[in-house]
């Protein structure tokens, strides 16, 4: 993923989280894939919000990006897996506290 390509998806998923009530804690986007903290509304399941995220962002990527579409394996830009883990703040991953925005791929 190149770093405009990187840098829009954040854009897309921080427009994203804001209009459907997400809160992002933090966010790292490597090349092929994405760690996100997020909180939402109880009405949204783990499964929506994924959905939302990953469906969204993809349409307006290969919008602005429609190059993309050919060079992607089956022309897909999202994967349909994911993995969900409930944590509670200040939230961990292997032993290491993160704040809000030290997530592996983000620029901080």
Same mark, same amino acid.
Request: hydrophobic residues 35%; negative net charge; aromatic residues 12%.
């Given at each position: ?9 954040? *854009? ?5 989280? @804001?209009?459907?009530?997400? #809160?992002?804690?933090?966010? &790292?986007?490597? $090349?092929?894939? +994405? ?28 919008? *602005? ?5 050919? @060079?992607?394996?089956?022309? #897909?830009?999202?994967?349909? &897996?994911?993995? $969900?883990?409930? +944590? ?21």
């Amino acid at each position: 993923m190149t770093k405009q390509v990187k840098n829009r998806v954040e *854009e897309l998923f921080r427009a994203i989280a @804001e209009q459907y009530d997400f #809160e992002i804690d933090a966010m &790292g986007i490597e $090349v092929d894939h +994405v760690h996100i903290f997020i909180s939402a509304p109880p009405k949204y399941s783990p499964a929506k919000i994924v959905e939302v995220l990953k469906s969204i962002s993809s349409k307006e990527v290969f919008k *602005e990006f429609p190059e993309l579409e050919k @060079e992607l394996w089956a022309g #897909e830009f999202w994967s349909d &897996g994911y993995f $969900v883990r409930t +944590v509670r703040l200040p939230f961990c991953h292997g032993g290491k506290s993160y704040g809000r925005t030290s997530l592996p791929g983000s620029d901080s």
